[in-house]
């Protein structure tokens, strides 16, 4: 058997491990996937009204349909925390050092991780998506193209703050530790133009919400479903993807490879 295929075989049962440890614990998903469904019934009903006047008083469903881009990017920072816990769960109680005496790939315990944290963000998205269209968002005018550029761009990201969380939970001592470096992904979203236009912002406020990965992104899935203008935010969001996938990817993959202590 070649190379490639044992390292397929093995992703793949670390794959099964990782998805079968999230079907016996759902609680932590179903934790982390709440607080998204939260916030947008939360801002669309108690605030949708207010809010609603600053991107030009068109009521609660055209808060609707600018809110839940957002939230479904937000989506994607709140699942992924869970990855950070379960890798540093792994390295606390052993089984990666034990996973390291084993005539297996060596990267497929992180790939197991990865593609197993991916899949659940992106299951995730469609959970929170369809909530979304139940209280009134819709897409009518997205083309076939767009509609799979925006799932691409969701995929993207889904991959690449995996691959940050994954880093994160490597680098805790502990899976409350995990958590807590993980909140950033989850806090992010909440200063960006997921909840209100930059330009509605304090002065200098604005360059921290327009500078920061979730941004371009959110604004770049708006113009695929909506139709708005995305100008530049397209290329800054595949740039941010890339970036971070690259610094993730670097920083787990290093972390693994150190001789455990």
Do not use: C
């Not at 133009?193 to 371009?216: C, K, L, R």
Request: aromatic letters at 8%; charged letters at 10%.
């Amino acid at each position: 058997m070649s190379s490639l295929s044992l390292a397929v075989r093995d992703s793949s049962t670390m794959l099964r491990r990782n998805l079968l440890h999230a079907r016996r614990y759902p609680s932590l998903t179903l934790n982390l996937l709440m607080t998204p469904v939260m916030l947008l019934l939360l801002f669309v009903y108690i605030f949708g009204g207010a809010m609603s006047g600053g991107i030009g008083g068109g009521g609660r469903d055209e808060y609707i349909a600018y809110i839940v881009p957002g939230i479904l990017l937000m989506t994607i920072g709140s699942t992924v925390v869970g990855a950070a816990v379960s890798v540093s769960t792994d390295m606390s109680e052993g089984i990666i050092a034990r996973f390291r005496t084993m005539a297996i790939h060596r990267g497929s315990v992180l790939i197991g991780h990865v593609v197993g944290s991916v899949l659940q963000s992106i299951a995730s998205v469609v959970l929170v998506g369809l909530v979304g269209v139940a209280i009134g968002f819709r897409s009518t005018d997205a083309s076939v193209l767009e509609w799979l550029a925006a799932f691409g761009l969701i995929a993207l990201y889904a991959l690449a703050l995996t691959w940050i969380a994954v880093g994160m939970g490597m680098a805790s001592p502990n899976a409350e530790a995990a958590s807590n470096s993980a909140m950033p992904l989850i806090l992010l979203p909440l200063i960006s133009s997921a909840f209100t236009p930059i330009d509605s912002m304090p002065g200098w406020f604005q360059p921290i919400a327009e500078y920061q990965p979730f941004t371009p992104a959110i604004e770049t899935l708006r113009g695929l479903l909506l139709g708005t203008e995305i100008g530049n935010n397209g290329w800054l969001a595949l740039g941010w993807s890339i970036a971070l996938i690259a610094l993730g990817y670097r920083w787990s993959t290093a972390q693994f490879k150190r001789d455990p202590k």
